[in-house]
């Protein structure tokens, strides 16, 4: 007998705020089976699952899913369930069908990061599995017979997935309800499919709202497209793309579809915490919760009457949202710097419907809330909203033991000993320290106004860095030479 916790720390495959995660070599069927297996058990504490139930489950287009997913499978059959398989589909397409019958569900995908790592991201009956969740899954106990696995980790006998479940179609009318026929008339779309899970559903739902839709750089070999740090290529694509200006717009995911990417009609891509301001205005939110690394221009805008920041992660965002919700009258949104939307309250759509709320995180909503403004261009949307611009990149790979001694130099010692050493630190570029944020990471703001934000990703060995300034170039350049001053650090620290 194991229990999760011990499963872990014996793999290696970490779990947090986004589920379980690790390279695809540590994810054998044995541990993707014991995950299942404990979250299955403490939904059974929980009253969200009895023998017999149904639990639904999808993944992404990596190549380790689909034996991933059959390793899910046959821990829900053990524990005396009913697999639903919903294929390859996007993961809000998922959560959607799972909320509206009360099922827990499960989504095998590492969205971003590159193919040789993977996930599973468990979701209860109504929603994502939070941090006050982690401590009931990890004390599970898990019997993992010798005779179910061979003595690497893999089921000794696979059973086929059950066959597929339709999820899509529920997925695509709910925004053909809310926006209503024809939204898109009159609008060229280019779809980058790239190998994101829902690159037919996206390209599927702006044509059914009247788009001319063409299709983009599809790929049959995963792409690991983090819509946070968008890499060169996917910039130098888009312009190229809209260079002869034939676009209105330029759409895209992450690779399991619940983030969004959009390029305006010149080819540049959106940061996503200025595409989820857009999309709480359209949605005629009162209240939004979005992560300390998003940017300031939400509160400078004065477009919403409650702004509230939280630790980065959904489930942070999902938490502060039920808190936001006492106010009855109140329409609550949550957005990620990443651009995933979390809608926690019905709102009206087209033609007096109600679209029902989807308290996590969502590509379609945001990308089609800007695409169906009454602006003449998302360009001019964006230059509605006042100058801050933010920038985020990463040292990968960069050990979670060399983010922790980063972290706990730059705070050591009093508030007043912190914010010197971050100006020595940082302040040859960026001014004197004037405020310090320890919400998530250490963020600080400068005398200039601009904002340096550390944080140690929480699901890859990665050391990511977030800027904000009052022009694109200053927030990129700042972010630069940021990690420029830590990767230097790091080198020395290694001969030394």
Known sequence: MITVQELMHESGVAFGTSGARGMVSAMTD??????????????AEEGEFSPGGAVALA?????????????????????GGTPVFCGYVPTPALALYAFARGIPSLMVTGSHIPADRNGIKFYRSAGEVLKADEAGMSRQ?????????????????????????????????????????????????????????????LARIARELGADVALLGRSETFIPVDTEAIRPEDIALAHAWAADGQFDAIISTDGDSDRPLLADETGKWLRGDVLGILCAQRVGATSVVTPVSSNTALERSGRFARCRRTRIGSPYVIAAMGEEQADSAAIVCGYEANGGFLLASAIAGANGTTTAALPTRDAV????????????????????????????????????????????????????AQLAEQTRLFGRF?????ALDLTDGIRATFEGGQIIHLRPSGNAPELRCYTEAASEDEA?????????????????AGSA
């Open 30 to 43: 044995r541990v993707c089976y014991g995950y299942t297996l404990g979250f299955l058990r403490y939904m």
């Open 476 to 492: 990129a350049a700042l972010n630069a030479e940021v990690l420029a001053v830590i990767s230097h650090q790091a080198n020395l």
């Open 59 to 79: 993944g992404d287009l990596r190549p380790s899913t689909p034996r991933i997913l059959a390793a899910c499978a046959r821990a829900i059959r053990d524990s």
């Open 430 to 434: 960026a001014g004197a320290a004037q």
């Open 141 to 201: 106990p898990l019997d993992l017979g010798a005779d179910t696995f061979t003595a690497s980790g893999a089921l000794a006998s696979a059973e086929p997935l059950p066959p597929v479940t339709d999820v899509e179609d529920a997925y695509v009318q709910r925004y053909l309800d809310h926006f209503g026929a024809g939204a898109l008339n009159g609008k060229r779309i280019g779809v980058y499919q790239h190998s994101a899970v829902g690159r037919d559903v």
């Open 365 to 416: 909503l945001p990308i089609l809330a800007v695409l169906t403004a009454a602006a003449p261009s998302v360009s001019a949307q964006l230059a509605s909203l006042p100058a801050r611009f933010t920038f985020s990149d990463r040292i990968a790979p960069f050990a979670q033991d060399a983010s922790r001694a980063l972290l706990g130099r730059l705070l050591a010692g009093d508030a007043a």
